[in-house]
């Protein structure tokens, strides 16, 4: 068992589409969205609230510099992307929970905005 979280900034139902939006403040350094590490986790969180309404699930990214010309191209997730993306997750929790010794860094600049920081 697990628990996954994901921000999103925004998120908007029109035509049969869960169109979830991430605003960056970076720079763009992918082509499209299925490339970046959060979106799989992100799509995960989001999948089950598309499903429930019959919608389909689109993720983009958006990002607000003015010298980024192109946003990546969006991520309409399907159901087969779903099941690898969930297996990828129970993998990774697998090999956790396998992890014999968890130090953490308890490094104030890495854990302040983390709401596990107590853990």
Do not use: N
């Not at 921000?7 to 960056?24: C, F, Q």
């Not at 999948?47 to 946003?71: F, H, I, K, N, T």
């Not at 992307?81 to 890495?110: N, P, T």
């Amino acid at each position: 068992m697990f628990m996954a979280t994901a921000r999103i900034d925004a998120v908007w139902i029109h035509d049969g589409i869960l169109d979830a939006r991430d605003y960056k403040t970076g720079g763009r350094f992918v082509d499209t969205v299925a490339e970046i590490p959060a979106a799989p986790v992100q799509a995960y969180v989001l999948a089950a609230q598309a499903q429930s309404r019959g919608l389909r699930l689109r993720l983009r990214y958006e990002y607000l510099q003015p010298e980024v010309d192109d946003d990546p191209e969006p991520w309409e997730v399907d159901d087969e992307a779903l099941a690898v993306i969930e297996e990828e997750l129970r993998d990774a929790v697998e090999r956790m929970w396998k992890q014999e010794e968890w130090r953490g860094v308890a490094d104030v600049e890495v854990c302040r905005t983390c709401r596990y920081r107590s853990i």
